[in-house]
């Protein structure tokens, strides 16, 4: 028998130690064949699965295929390992990526079955490398849509600082009210010096008048005593 012969002459199977597998007569070699490996069963379901679309190159739609892809994957397959490998397939074709962004959540879970499990962590290292590459980038990208807005609101409050600076620049001030006759010369009087006593004797008015003169004199300038009027003359 030719080598080349010899090369097409294989079948893979999934068994595990407990598993058995029982050739059985035919014109093709592993053509007919019975095991009790409920793995190998299901992968030859999926194998039969993807056979439908082997033959679909122009018109091969990726998202419908993404979609029967991940639907088989959910509802029919129940083996890790089998589920693994059909992952595989799809990231054979590029098209991983693309549906780990979609459904970050599913593949974070099924990672998480898969380190509980007893498969080898190798098999599934490239998926969890695409699951921590994705994060690093999610949190790349949440602290970069942070550092913008941060920045927005400190050039909003700088906005705000100068607006109410202007604001207040421009805005008319606050005009005093002017003395009275009366009470100019009352004031005149204090800075020079006299008492509440001789500035009544002077202006002959009662001393309660002049009290509530100097009591007008100090709200108008903003003042609370006679030291401050000597100071604002």
């Known amino acids: 028998m030719k080598i080349s012969e010899k090369v097409k002459n294989f079948k893979l199977f999934i068994l595990s130690k407990n598993d058995s597998v029982f050739f059985e007569k035919g014109d093709t070699l592993f053509a007919n064949y019975t095991t009790n490996s409920i793995a190998d069963k299901e992968w030859q379901q999926l194998k039969k699965f993807e056979s439908q679309f082997e033959k679909l190159h122009d ?6 295929y993404l979609l029967k892809t991940k639907g088989y994957i959910k509802d029919s397959l129940q083996i890790l390992l089998v589920k693994l490998i059909s ?103 204090i800075i020079s010096g006299k008492s509440n006593k001789e500035i009544a004797n002077e202006l002959f008015i009662s001393i309660s008048t002049v009290k509530t003169h100097i009591s007008n004199i100090y709200s108008k300038l903003n003042i609370s005593n006679r030291k401050e009027l000597v100071v604002k003359k």
């Open 59 to 64: 018109n091969f739609d990726t998202e419908q």
């Open 87 to 189: 992952i595989k397939k799809l990231d054979d074709k590029k098209l991983l990526d693309k549906d780990i962004k979609e459904h970050t959540e599913y593949y974070v879970n099924l990672l998480d079955e898969l380190k509980s499990s007893e498969i080898d962590p190798s098999l599934f290292l490239y998926l969890e490398n695409k699951l921590s590459l994705l994060s690093r980038e999610k949190t790349s990208k949440k602290y970069t849509i942070s550092l913008v807005l941060n920045g927005l609101t400190v050039i909003a409050i700088i906005i705000l600082v100068i607006l109410f600076a202007r604001s207040r620049k421009s805005s008319p001030k606050t005009t005093t009210t002017p003395l009275s006759k009366q009470e100019s010369t009352i004031k005149e009087l």
